[in-house]
């Protein structure tokens, strides 16, 4: 992968998490669910700091990334995407978000398979990693918000 190549890659990294920071904020805004506002606020914030990030390794400094591994259940593959809309449900509202950060994790685990460059798959398995902890915990509020009549 050339350089002009890697740099593209990054700037779109860049515009998705600048989508999904707009796609959360805006969620959370016309929530009318406490738990729901303040859940797509925080992811929001992360999707900012993600932002900050990915800029700070378009500049150069890829120093900073560094994320464990999470267990992966795997629930956002049986789940549908589904539109977007704003008379969107809660538990649709998550579904999407849910699968945003799957394709998003996905996305980068191929870029890092197909890196040659060491720095550079690091770099891309981290992202991938990264987006994977988002998919994890929105899966977790999904099961909580979709199937709430086994609590």
Same mark, same amino acid.
């Given at each position: 992968?050339?350089?002009?190549?890697?740099?593209?890659?990054?700037?779109?990294?860049?515009?998705?998490? /600048?989508? $999904?920071?707009?796609?959360?904020?805006? /969620?959370?805004?016309?929530?009318?669910?406490?738990?729901?506002?303040?859940?797509?606020?925080?992811?929001?914030?992360?999707?900012?700091?993600?932002?900050?990030?990915?800029?700070?390794?378009?500049?150069?400094?890829?120093?900073?990334?560094?994320?464990?591994?999470?267990?992966?259940?795997?629930? $956002?593959?049986?789940?549908?995407?589904?539109?977007?809309? /704003?008379?969107?449900?809660?538990?649709?509202?998550?579904?999407?978000?849910?699968?945003?950060?799957?394709?998003?994790?996905?996305?980068?685990?191929?870029?890092?398979?197909?890196?040659?460059?060491?720095?550079?798959?690091?770099?891309?398995?981290?992202?991938?990693?990264?987006?994977?902890?988002?998919?994890?915990?929105?899966?977790?509020?999904? /099961?909580?918000?979709?199937?709430?009549?086994?609590?």
């Amino acid at each position: 992968m050339t350089h002009e190549e890697y740099a593209a890659i990054l700037k779109m990294a860049i515009a998705n998490e /600048v989508e $999904s920071y707009e796609f959360y904020k805006g /969620v959370s805004e016309k929530a009318t669910d406490i738990i729901i506002q303040k859940m797509f606020s925080q992811l929001a914030a992360e999707e900012c700091g993600h932002q900050k990030l990915i800029e700070g390794f378009l500049a150069g400094d890829f120093s900073t990334m560094r994320f464990h591994e999470s267990a992966d259940y795997k629930i $956002s593959e049986t789940v549908d995407k589904p539109k977007l809309s /704003v008379n969107m449900k809660p538990a649709d509202a998550i579904a999407l978000a849910m699968k945003n950060e799957e394709e998003a994790m996905n996305m980068y685990a191929e870029f890092a398979n197909a890196s040659v460059d060491q720095e550079q798959k690091k770099i891309f398995q981290d992202l991938s990693v990264m987006e994977k902890s988002h998919k994890i915990k929105l899966e977790e509020y999904y /099961v909580n918000i979709a199937y709430a009549e086994v609590w």
